[in-house]
């Protein structure tokens, strides 16, 4: 199992680093490096080109490339052209941890509702229960994830609100705490959770729902169901520990496999409740040209969704005994 | 096709039709989808207002005679305005679609029927890119290009082929080593002619699926470029993605501007999805999700 781990991460290596270049081109086309300085026409062009000698722009894109990888990888990512020249790094950080706590309850609430929706449906199939839930997931997956979230701000920023008379809302429909909230309040921070995490979790809560029930329903008509009702268990303790756990395995590759499509609900949603998380941070570093913000950013997801894919594919691992011994 | 020398078998376009037809929500949604597309098509017809058409003395107006879903900042009608983009969005979907599935079939078939080094290398690139965060792909591809609907169309398909190319990869391996591909080969025929003449024709299946499914995908990643402001600009082009992104400030005070283009997405991308699914059943295409 080290041995797969390690081998894992080994070819993870190369793949990083082909992204990183081509992350690296694609940024200094976008933004500029250095800055507006470079068409500030108010600078002289000596002084322009001074600046550009210190910052290392005159140099050739691979000598440019492997120092600010070698800064990169030592934790350096460099100071925000548009920040005040402020390091990039205390923002990424707390937006990196604003982000993983609305995306781990986003899946972790959706995988639990998928889970157990798509098992329902598959238990029931036919039933008016597997037709509501199917159509439901279809609904589901052709919602556009930033009008699903502006539909949520109207209805309980404006309509609920309205209609119950109160202000301000129940539930708040941007930004991480109330206005002149002081210090840390947890029930007022899971309150400004609930409309992002909503929005997150519909697509999910339906493309994981029909996995689940495309996957139980394979799972139940093979031979070893057969086998566990012959041995006269209980349909409970069939459909549970022999089918649901059975099952489980595509439906956390697939879910690994979705952690790339995440960041794309991530950014909007982040967008749309102006949530302070690493989509708004690359966003905004996309509009206002903060180079060295893109490049944080963008390597980092890019960074967090290969290890997260490493991940699924290791508790792919955990749930299927065959996997892990025909890795050795 | 030689249908009249067996005519106990039916054509498989027939067979598969009929199959298609069987299921209802994929003709109610084929039928709709013909509707909407038949309505932007004929938009000149049928728009109370020409495009683009500024009305300064009704801006944000409310929904009622003059104006059915009411008017913008500038004050155009949101019902023109949504026939016109509704058009364009269309059109972007259909195109992104179209070379994606094209590309990823062409990728697809190469990659499994030469296999080998070429196969290695074709299916890291596919997986290398399936893996990345693809709307940071796609937003940066945006941003180094432009905001024409060419730009757009280029880059969604750029980034949109990978599922495709993987899909007709697996049904590649597998026709492959079918005996008519064999004798294909024993009467002479190079790869070109074997994957052309032989192969594409048992993949139209898993196109058709793609394409319609990608169609789905084209048009939710453009509305969500637009609405991030990396789409097609609407300062040229009116697309329900850019109506929504535009509008959005003003949801409060006229809820229908960011509500009627909302509406239209979710029913076209629906109607697709239920036509994608339909076509699944119908080529017997590998299912997922409904048995």
């Known amino acids: ?328 | 096709m030689a249908a009249a020398e067996f005519p106990v078998i039916e054509r498989p376009s027939v067979l598969a039709w009929r199959r298609f037809a069987h299921r209802r929500i994929a003709l109610v949604s084929l039928a709709v989808l013909a509707g909407i597309a038949l309505a932007t098509v004929c938009a000149e017809l049928l728009a109370p207002y020409p495009q683009g058409r500024t009305h300064a003395t009704d801006v944000l107006a409310d929904p009622g005679r003059d104006y059915l879903l009411g008017t913008d900042t500038l004050g155009r009608d949101t019902l023109s305005q949504m026939l016109y983009a509704g058009r364009v969005t269309l059109a972007v979907g259909v195109s992104v679609a179209l070379l994606a599935t094209f590309g990823g079939t062409l990728i697809g078939m190469v990659a499994g029927y030469t296999g080998g080094l070429v196969d290695a290398v074709l299916m890291r690139l596919t997986d290398t890119l399936l893996a990345l965060p693809g709307l940071m792909v796609v937003m940066m591809g945006a941003r180094m290009l432009g905001d024409s609907i060419f730009d757009v169309v280029l880059v969604l398909s750029l980034l949109g082929w990978m599922a495709v190319a993987r899909i007709i990869r697996g049904k590649v391996l597998s026709l492959r080593e079918q005996e008519f591909i064999a004798a294909a080969r024993a009467m002479g025929a190079g790869p070109g002619r074997v994957m052309f003449r032989h192969l594409l024709p048992n993949l139209v299946g898993e196109m058709a699926v793609a394409v319609s499914l990608a169609t789905a995908g084209a048009i939710l990643a453009e509305s969500v470029l637009s609405f991030l402001g990396f789409g097609v600009s609407a300062a040229h082009t009116p697309t329900w993605g850019n109506m929504l992104g535009g509008n959005e400030g003003f949801m409060t005070i006229a809820p229908w501007l960011v509500i009627s283009p909302g509406i239209a997405i979710v029913v076209t991308v629906l109607c697709v999805n239920f036509i994608g699914d339909g076509l699944r059943d119908a080529f017997d295409v590998r299912s997922d999700g409904r048995d």
């Not at chain 1, 082909?18 to 490096?33: C, G, L, Q, T, Y």
């Not at chain 1, 507006?36 to 322009?48: E, F, G, H, K, Y």
């Not at chain 1, 041995?231 to 059975?246: A, D, F, Q, S």
């Not at chain 1, 690359?282 to 944080?296: E, I, K, Q, R, S």
């Open chain 1, 1 to 328: 199992m080290t041995r797969y781990v390690l081998r894992r991460i080994a070819t993870m290596v190369p793949i990083l680093l082909a992204i990183s270049i081509a992350v690296f081109w694609a940024a200094n086309r976008i933004a500029r490096p250095g800055g507006d300085l470079a068409i500030n026409p108010r600078v002289s062009p000596a002084d322009r080109a001074d600046y550009f000698e210190s910052l290392g722009l005159n140099d050739p894109f691979f000598v440019r490339y492997l120092s600010w990888l070698g800064d990169f990888v030592r934790g350096d990512l460099g100071t925000s052209l548009v920040r005040n020249g402020s390091d990039v790094w205390p923002f990424v950080r707390t937006a990196l941890a604003n982000t993983l706590v609305l995306v781990s309850l986003a899946v972790v609430l959706s995988l639990a509702a998928g889970i157990t929706i798509g098992a329902i449906s598959a238990i029931r199939r036919g039933s008016f229960t597997d037709y509501v839930a199917t159509t439901v997931s279809f609904l589901g997956i052709s919602i556009p994830v930033f009008w699903l979230g502006l539909m949520l701000q109207l209805f309980f920023g404006l309509y609920l609100a309205n209609w119950l008379g109160i202000t301000p809302p129940l539930l708040p429909t941007a930004g991480l705490y109330s206005p002149g909230q002081q210090g840390f309040d947890l029930v007022d921070r899971l309150r400004h959770l609930v409309l992002p995490a909503m929005t997150l979790s519909l697509q999910l809560v339906a493309v994981y729902s029909r996995y689940m029930r495309a996957s139980l329903l394979d799972v139940m008509s093979s031979d070893h169901i057969r086998a566990a009702r012959g041995r006269g268990l209980r349909e409970r303790t069939v459909v549970v520990r022999h089918g649901v756990r059975n099952a489980l395995i595509p439906v956390t590759t697939q879910a690994a496999v979705d952690m790339g499509q995440l960041v794309g609900g991530l950014i909007v949603t982040e967008q749309v409740f102006q949530y302070p998380g690493m989509g708004r941070l690359f966003v905004n570093a996309m509009v206002g040209g903060d180079y060295p913000m893109l490049l944080a950013t963008t390597m980092i997801v890019a960074a967090a969704v290969m290890l997260l894919n490493l991940a699924a594919d290791l508790f792919y691992g955990v749930l299927d005994p065959r996997i892990r011994r025909g890795s050795r």
